[in-house]
């Protein structure tokens, strides 16, 4: 237990990398309510950028940015794929991020990972320096919450949320409905990107598979976050936080799960029986909830 509380640190610092990673999920699986397997490309996109811009002399809170751009073009594409070439978005998704494993490449210089060390690089997020990551990343954090906040309050935010309520009557009403889901996976997959490039710092290097599986870490903390917070957290805001606090105990959970000793080519199992599980949760409360509801219904109506 005590090599738990030695590495709980470490798991809550790249839980709120990844917490950022599962607010950009959580646009795309929530807001628009489309399931965007972009994610696991953009997420390297943005590791790979930011290697990239850095061995080259940029700064670093530029290369960020260039980061979420990247990412960016990737929702982008995703969109066009989806809006234009009429491809569902599951699979414009995937076509999108099988095209950017060559494309990471690219970015990489041909090489599976790149490394980027703390001592000969100035970068924001090191696993060398915990305090700092975890102060950094909380303020990325609310500052992320923040601008999606306002961004959501905006006419163009609330018709993308109303595109993702019901798109048919949001159509209806006017609205460009296609645009708005260009827009929404443009800004999921940016800060899915600028996770990726926070995460290729925090471990030192980045890789052309570090995205790999980062669509059900995403789901994960999403998920866990509206279990344990949903019925307390009813702000947009407070949803985007019950998100991010998902990540880190999400992680917090894998550490203390191999801390127990469990085989490590184990844990994609225990990953996908854990999100199965809290998916579980949330249809089987929906059944005894409107199971109550009907129950209540064929009371009155004896009386």
């Known amino acids: 237990m005590s090599g738990f509380i030695g590495a709980l640190p470490g798991a809550v610092a790249q839980g709120i ?22 994610v696991d490309g953009s997420m390297g996109t943005g590791g790979a950028m930011l290697v990239l811009c850095m061995t080259h002399g940029v700064p670093v809170y530029f290369s960020m940015i260039l980061a979420f751009l990247a990412g960016c073009v990737a929702g982008w594409a995703t969109g066009v794929f989806h809006t234009r070439f ?31 060390s703390a001592r000969n690089y100035n970068i924001w997020f090191s696993l060398g320096n915990v305090p700092k990551t975890l102060i950094l990343g909380g ?65 030192g290097y980045a890789d052309v598979n570090m995205g790999r599986g980062a669509i059900v870490i995403g789901l994960a903390a999403v998920i866990i976050g509206e279990v344990i917070f949903g019925k307390i957290f009813k702000n947009f805001a407070l949803k985007l936080l019950a998100v991010a606090i998902g990540g880190v105990i999400y992680y917090v959970v894998i ?46 109506a004896d009386a």
């Open 255 to 300: 550490t203390l799960v191999l801390r127990l000793g469990v085989n490590p080519n184990d844990l994609k199992l225990f990953i996908a029986l854990v999100v199965a599980l809290f998916l579980g949760v949330q249809f089987w409360k929906g059944k005894l909830a409107s199971k109550t509801v009907k129950n209540k219904k064929e009371v009155n």
């Open 86 to 116: 009429g491809i569902p978005a599951i699979l414009a998704g995937i076509l999108t991020q099988l095209s950017l494993y060559s494309v990471n490449l690219r970015i990489l210089g041909g090489k599976a990972n790149q490394p980027i």
């Open 17 to 38: 990398i990844y917490g950022i990673m599962a607010i950009g999920v959580y646009i795309t699986f929530r807001v628009l309510d489309v399931a965007d397997l972009t």
């Open 139 to 203: 303020i990325f954090v609310v500052a992320i919450i923040a601008v999606l906040y306002w961004f959501f309050g905006t006419e163009i935010g609330f018709g993308i949320r109303a595109t993702g309520n019901n798109e048919a009557m949001s159509r209806a009403n006017g609205i460009n409905t296609n645009k708005n889901k260009v827009i929404g996976l443009i800004l999921s997959n940016g800060i899915v990107a600028l996770s990726g490039a926070m995460l290729s710092q925090f471990q």
